[in-house]
């Protein structure tokens, strides 16, 4: 008599297989979840403000809030003066007392109509003798495109009051290229000097195309430092002695 069994073994080895792996990974699963940690409960509240820091401690309110000014780029106030100086990109310059309650504000000047070919200014700074000299300096571009389209030229400011600035009494400091990117910011530093930011000369797209932040051999953009109390030959300005090379 045959006691072997007419299936064949293949597939009832296979079953035991596939049922020892479910057990076996029912097992592990459950001493997983015997070892797991606690669930956390939900953080709902948060003791942090502001993004990343809690703000200041801040409002922001109009300090001059009878005054309005078109696209201005720059406020300074001249040493021994009462009054701030407020330029417009459009070419114009105002001054006005420093009070809240101020109510209008004078012009000094429209570059823009007053000098020849001007169409922009984008910066001011009065010398650091200023009540002995009336001297002012600003940065205008002219209109298109130019090798010495951005000019750095020195003002003289009148005494009256309201201020004016005549427009014959430019003397020209320094020129470069005006197209795209002009600059520009004017500081005078502690040491007298005039410092001057330039642009690169080129449009956004692509990003200083010239290269000019990569070369020294140019003014584009860079930071410039000039003596304007001296002369060197050729020039309105000296360059200090002391300036880097490289």
Known sequence: MNTQSSYPTAPLSGALAFLFILVTQFATAEEAAKTELPKRAPWTTSRITGSPEKPLPYVTERAFPELKFKD????VSPPG?????????????????????????DLVIDIAKDVPKAAQVYALAFHPQFPKNRYCYVCYIQSGESPDGSHIARFKVSETDPPTIDPASETTILTWLAGGHN????????DGCLYISTGDGSGPNPPDSRRAGQDLSNLLSAILRIDVDHADAGKNYRIPADNPRS
């Open 72 to 75: 201005c780029l720059d406020l």
């Open 81 to 105: 003066s009462d009054r701030l100086f407020v330029v417009e990109q459009g070419g114009k310059i105002f001054s006005f007392q420093n009070r809240p309650d101020v109510k209008s504000a």
């Open 183 to 190: 600059g520009c910011s004017l500081k005078f530093g502690l």
